[in-house]
């Protein structure tokens, strides 16, 4: 059998592994942040109705540009912002994939602060940008200081910022992303798939954009939309980052039944946005209710939790880290499906619907104690 080590593929991807959420095929799935409720029959019509409109047109190629898409999102963000500061794509994954084609690649470094969202060093490492991984403080915060001091050693050409953080849960301190402008020679990407989610009076850094031309803030409709399978994210920007962009994507990225589907998901936004308030609840009540039996939880402005197993100290002093991989397979084994993300000791839950929850809840309530 042939495999990967075989092929003359290039030496930097020789060793890699995939991305690779299990897709498991379990009662209760909250290992992906997926939005948990269907699309709502009426949004369903619409997107069935707006697809039908293209059909026949299918011989040609969709709108490159994708000016109307972008004109709505715009809309959608509000802050004053217009289709030439805003850029579409399969996914935020491939926005950022873009973003790394045009300011990354051979010899240059992307820098992140993890723990952090996984796809960002896999993207870098697909676009053959080197990977600095920076930290956070061990209680996952991320002090505007202790930013500075990495970017500064290192001069990424590209940082990531993560706000609200997968996986950790919580956003960033506004001072954080000024003073990271601040100091990064090159540009900053903060990305906000879980915006819709934060707690209230948390700024998304759209707010930061004017008189920022190195800023992007990246989007997407995976979450709070519940549009994964629809596949659309974007970024906001100045003018010329998206001008910039237009030099690497693939012509015609976006098919017409995406850029179709989009912009009818976009004008039903009241009704799929309906559900962002009972996750929040949801995510709320994971959180006080694992507190209120003694296990350690970050705070989240987002659809999921982290939350720590508990485990037995291994000699006076250190902490007691828990054992995830045991866990992960406890829950598992009780057909609830999170998320092992790698972390030492913490696992990762997505806040579903009410019934989702109990039975994470009730889970936990064995394997936690
Ligand atoms: C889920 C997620 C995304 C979404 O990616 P899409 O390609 O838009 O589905 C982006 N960033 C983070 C941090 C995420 O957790």
Known sequence: MTTIDDLPIRDDLRGQTPYGAPQLDVAVRLNTNENSYPVPEAAVEAIAKALQAELADLNRYPDRDAVALRTDLAAYLGHGLTAAQVWAANGSNEVQQQILQAFGGPGRTALGFGPSYSMHPLLAAGTGTRWIGALRDPDFG???AAAV??????????VFLCSPNNPTG??????????????APGMVLVDEAYAEFARPGTPSALT???GHPRLIVSRTMSKAFGFAGGR?????????????VQLVRLPYHLSSLTQAAARAALAERDALLATVDAI????????STLRSRGVRVADSDANFVLFAVPGTASSA????VGDQRAAWQAFLDRGVLIRDVGLPGWLRVTAGDPAETTAFLTAAEEILS
């Open 208 to 210: 930061l954009l004017p």
């Open 142 to 144: 991320l002090t505007p």
């Open 317 to 320: 002093g250190e902490p007691a």
């Open 170 to 183: 919580t956003a960033l301190d506004p001072e954080v992303i000024d003073a990271v402008l601040a100091a």
């Open 232 to 244: 659309l994210g974007y970024f906001a920007a100045d003018p010329a980052v998206v001008d910039a």
């Open 149 to 158: 001091e990495q970017i500064e050693r290192h001069r990424p050409d590209l």
């Open 280 to 287: 929040k609840a949801q995510r709320d009540r994971i959180v």
